[in-house]
Nanobody, 121 residues
Framework: VQLQASGGGSVQAGGSLKLSCTAS????????IGWFRQSPGQEREGVSCISNGGDIQYYADFVKARFTISRNNAENTLYLQMNSLKPEDTATYYC???????????????WGQGTQVTVSS
């Protein structure tokens, strides 16, 4: 059972990145999926999450209207489109799968290894 996150990188403020998270060893269809991020010395915080059917989505206030979460169950993949990036978005981004749509990290069962996003001013 594995979640593999990718798509991170270094961009200038105002730029865009699209993160992907692919599952192997299990099917994402039955799980809610979340994106979290963590900066050095900071707690892991919820960025966005989406229900297993895709009909329920939550966004943290600090990414609303800039980030879009989506999923392709046929490809067993989750995405996070990040636009208008700001230096404060710099963090390691993690994807996670859980039984319920939640912004609380401890409610997720499976975690990806993280992908680094760095936004320069």
């Amino acid at each position: 059972v594995q979640l593999q996150a990718s798509g991170g990188g270094s961009v200038q403020a105002g730029g865009s990145l699209k993160l992907s998270c692919t599952a192997s060893g299990f099917t994402l269809d039955y799980y809610a999926i979340g994106w979290f991020r963590q900066s050095p010395g900071q707690e892991r915080e919820g960025v966005s999450c989406i229900s297993n059917g895709g009909d329920i989505q939550y966004y943290a206030d600090f990414v609303k209207a800039r980030f879009t979460i989506s999923r392709n169950n046929a490809e067993n993949t989750l995405y996070l489109q990040m636009n208008s990036l700001k230096p404060e978005d710099t963090a390691t981004y993690y994807c996670a799968a859980g039984a319920s749509t939640s912004r609380i990290a401890r409610r997720y069962i499976y975690w990806g290894q993280g992908t680094q996003v760095t936004v320069s001013s």
